[in-house]
């Protein structure tokens, strides 16, 4: 799914955290798919740790965002600067990447009558195109609960767990890279040879940050 814009809402702060999420992608006609993702959170660096060996690690500094995406399987480390994410088009958001939506979003939603009842504030509506039903943190700033559907299929966020800071017996993304082999995403033109980087441009291609094309 394509990143949101950025807008003023993301220069306002989050709480730094650490939570993990259950994540279960349901296809039409297929079985279900579930791993176990985890978020920390803090105001320079946002990392997601994913199932399938992949991390991604956002960092922010005086040159915009960038991106180390670490392929443990492949033992590579991806490196997206700030200027290669421009040239692909990527306007990445910040409070998006460590809140997986905005608060421009929830402005778009129906807050529902019962959201007084409890923590979470319960909103729906419709996103670029999906149907959203979201069980909103407001002072985590995260959903305990976000479900997105769209004509084919729906994927359903549910927070499992959450600490303000790091737990010595949760994974750290990142940790143990120091021998895996690193490439610069801006030099994927010219290593068409290498089936690591024409797997990510295929997976670029279908996040929208790049045209495919046939090897």
Same mark, same amino acid.
């Given at each position: 799914?394509?990143?949101?814009?950025?807008?003023?809402? /993301?220069?306002?702060?989050?709480?730094?955290?650490?939570?993990?999420?259950?994540?279960?992608?349901?296809?039409?006609?297929?079985?279900?798919?579930?791993?176990?993702? /985890?978020?920390?959170?803090?105001?320079?660096?946002?990392?997601?740790? &994913?199932?399938?060996?992949?991390?991604?690690?956002?960092?922010?500094?005086?040159?915009?965002?960038?991106?180390?995406?670490?392929?443990?399987?492949?033992?590579?480390?991806?490196?997206?600067? =700030?200027?290669?994410?421009?040239?692909?088009?990527? /306007?990445?958001?910040?409070?998006?990447?460590?809140?997986?939506?905005?608060?421009?979003?929830?402005?778009?939603?129906?807050?529902?009558?019962?959201?007084?009842?409890?923590?979470?504030?319960?909103?729906?509506?419709?996103?670029?195109?999906?149907?959203?039903?979201?069980?909103?943190?407001?002072?985590?700033?995260?959903?305990? /609960?976000?479900?997105?559907?769209? &004509?084919?299929?729906?994927?359903?966020?549910?927070?499992?767990?959450?600490?303000?800071?790091?737990?010595?017996?949760?994974?750290? =993304?990142?940790?143990?890279?120091?021998?895996?082999?690193?490439?610069?995403?801006?030099?994927?033109?010219?290593?068409?040879?290498?089936?690591?980087?024409?797997?990510?441009?295929?997976?670029?291609?279908?996040?929208?940050?790049?045209?495919?094309?046939?090897?």
């Amino acid at each position: 799914m394509p990143l949101p814009a950025a807008s003023a809402a /993301q220069v306002t702060a989050a709480p730094d955290l650490v939570a993990s999420y259950r994540v279960t992608w349901t296809a039409h006609g297929r079985a279900a798919q579930v791993q176990q993702w /985890q978020l920390q959170r803090s105001a320079a660096e946002i990392s997601w740790i &994913k199932g399938g060996g992949r991390e991604d690690i956002w960092r922010r500094d005086s040159s915009g965002i960038r991106l180390l995406r670490v392929l443990r399987n492949d033992r590579h480390l991806i490196d997206y600067s =700030a200027g290669e994410l421009r040239t692909l088009g990527v /306007q990445a958001d910040w409070q998006a990447l460590g809140s997986l939506l905005t608060e421009a979003d929830l402005a778009r939603l129906r807050r529902l009558p019962d959201a007084q009842r409890g923590a979470s504030r319960h909103y729906q509506g419709e996103l670029d195109g999906e149907w959203v039903d979201l069980r909103w943190d407001p002072v985590a700033r995260l959903p305990v /609960q976000l479900m997105r559907r769209s &004509k084919t299929g729906q994927v359903l966020y549910q927070r499992l767990a959450q600490r303000d800071s790091h737990a010595a017996n949760w994974p750290r =993304a990142g940790a143990g890279t120091e021998d895996f082999q690193r490439l610069d995403a801006a030099d994927f033109g010219d290593m068409d040879y290498n089936p690591v980087v024409r797997r990510e441009e295929a997976r670029d291609a279908l996040a929208g940050w790049r045209v495919p094309h046939p090897h």
